[in-house]
């Protein structure tokens, strides 16, 4: 006789195992079965990992900046296998941290593939058990999309590029979205020769266009060699290395290649479809506002669902859905204002509307923009400039995007988020007073508008 559970979850990431320990907080009887490691991706090979080795490769930029503040250092060197073991160790107190969080709420957690065998009926594919379920979540993340090339079996993605042996001297990394820049700029701290080639005219698609003009010219001012209007057609063995050919390009000799252009909804073979849950034309689970599928008592939130592929925005999801199906209090996760980063160096900060969104939605729109030289490369031969952008409706005066690209902007943007998610207008960002010496105090000090259509910085 098959166990019977209030919940079962499928996938133990960031939306599902939040779903599970509040679900049962709520007096839920909860299972989850997760087919790898705990924690998904945020946590094992995406957000976490990525962050660390951000973290490592800033200090190329404190050595280069020390001696302008009066430091002598000594020669440094970096060891990929010292940095990676820490960060390995890390993730695994991490993942312990997870599973603990779901024992301790008296979740079961289950080691094993899980599939929707009928409706209300999960088989776990590591011991053959079924499970009763009144209620589903489908919480199965999303994976890197694979190109049909040849040679597309000798890349790796940025599932792989964690745990690389050893870092190669030269690396192409193919995409222009977060993921690639993120790793181009790491990786070329780190000693690596990076080539980005990217099939569009400038990295960072729907990002705020000064934003993107920004870092593509601090990315190129870093020594990362950027090739825009190319894809990469075939990979083969070249020698003892790799030879990338390109639409449009001259071939690309190199050690490793990267493919980061894009990921998809990880839909497939849970059995979906054979209980009626939709998907759509990508593979991601059709859901409305509150995560239901369109199959009665299963839900879907996270990078599953393609709606806004964040961490934070997938615990919400399953926050809200726990809440609404077994605490009594219905809510939703709030799409509209997510502050977000991108961990490139410099980095970006961004939230609301970019300047070209918010001249399609309104008619009278003002932009102020600064540029200046952060006081941290004030006393060295750095030349690079932050960047920090409000979009404003002349109309309103309200604050409709913020958009940061230096250091700490990460930082920063979570605090504007608010800002922007309470309504505030121009006039309270001015009535603020600013924080000296800073650079976010450029967010409270920018009295003139510089906008008129067609006037970015790059034009
Ligand atoms: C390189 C990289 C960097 C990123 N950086 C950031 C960042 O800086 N900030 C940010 O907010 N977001 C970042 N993200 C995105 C973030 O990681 C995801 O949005 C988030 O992890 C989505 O959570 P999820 O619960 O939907 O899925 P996941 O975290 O992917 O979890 C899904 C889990 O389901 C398991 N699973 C799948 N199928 C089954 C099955 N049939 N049975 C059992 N288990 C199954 C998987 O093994 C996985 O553990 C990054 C992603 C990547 C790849």
Redesign the pocket.
């Known amino acids: 006789m098959p166990e019977s559970f209030d919940l079962v979850v499928?996938?133990?990431?960031?939306?599902?195992?939040r779903a599970a320990r509040i679900a049962a907080g709520h007096g839920a009887k909860v299972a989850l079965?997760?087919?790898?490691?705990?924690?998904?991706?945020?946590?094992?090979?995406?957000?976490v990992p990525?962050?660390l080795l951000v973290l490592a490769s800033r200090f190329a930029d404190e050595f280069e900046r020390a001696p302008g503040f009066g430091w002598r250092v000594g020669e440094a060197s970096f060891e990929w296998p010292a940095l990676r073991a820490a960060k390995d160790r890390e993730l695994g107190r991490l993942e312990a941290v997870y599973r603990d969080g779901l024992l301790r709420a008296g979740v079961r957690a289950i080691d094993?593939?899980?599939?929707l065998e009928a409706p209300g009926v999960v088989r776990l594919?590591a011991t053959g058990e079924s499970l009763r379920a009144a209620h589903v979540l489908v919480?199965?993340?999303?994976?890197?999309v694979l190109p049909d090339i040849p040679g597309v079996e000798l890349a790796i993605t940025?599932?792989e590029v964690f745990d690389l042996p050893a870092l190669p001297a030269r690396m192409v990394i193919e995409g222009g979205g977060?993921?690639a820049v993120?790793?181009a700029c790491l990786l070329q701290r780190l000693g690596v020769q990076v080539t980005l080639v990217y099939r569009g005219d400038l990295v960072l698609r729907r990002f705020d266009d000064d934003l993107r003009r920004h870092l593509d010219a601090a990315m190129r001012e870093a020594g990362i060699a950027i090739r825009t209007g190319e894809t990469i057609d075939a990979i083969e063995r070249y020698g003892g290395a790799l030879r990338v050919s390109t639409g449009g390009g001259s071939p690309i000799d190199t050690d490793q290649v990267m493919l980061?252009v894009g990921?998809v909804p990880?839909s497939r073979?849970?059995g979906l479809e054979a209980v009626g849950v939709e998907l759509d034309e990508r593979g991601a689970v059709r859901v409305t506002a509150d995560s239901r599928t369109t199959a009665a008592d299963i839900w879907a939130?996270?990078?599953?669902?393609d709606r806004l592929?964040?961490?934070?925005?997938?615990?919400r999801e399953?926050h809200a859905f726990a809440d609404t199906v077994f605490g009594g209090t219905p809510w939703v996760c709030d799409h509209e204002n997510v502050p977000?980063?991108v961990?490139s160096t410099p980095e970006i900060g961004t939230v609301g509307l970019t300047e070209a969104q918010a001249r399609e939605r309104f008619t009278n729109v003002d932009v102020y923009r600064s540029r200046f030289r952060p006081m941290s490369n004030a006393l060295s031969a750095r030349v690079e400039r932050m960047l920090v952008k409000l979009v404003v409706d002349r109309d309103s005066d309200r604050v409709l995007g913020a958009h940061l690209c230096g250091p700490d902007a990460a930082e920063m943007i979570q605090l504007a988020g608010i800002a922007l998610k309470m309504g505030a207008t121009k006039r309270q960002f001015d009535h603020t007073v600013a924080v000296h010496p800073t650079a976010a105090e450029e967010l409270v000090t920018m009295r003139e508008p510089v906008a008129a259509v067609g006037r970015g910085l790059g034009a």
């Open positions: 499928i996938g133990g990431g960031s939306g599902g195992v079965a997760e087919e790898d490691r705990y924690g998904g991706t945020c946590v094992i090979r995406g957000c990525k962050k094993s593939r899980a599939v594919l919480a199965t993340g999303g994976r890197p940025s599932n977060f993921i993120e790793f980061a990921r990880n073979g849970v939130v996270g990078d599953v669902t592929a964040l961490t934070p925005v997938a615990i399953g977000m980063a961990f």
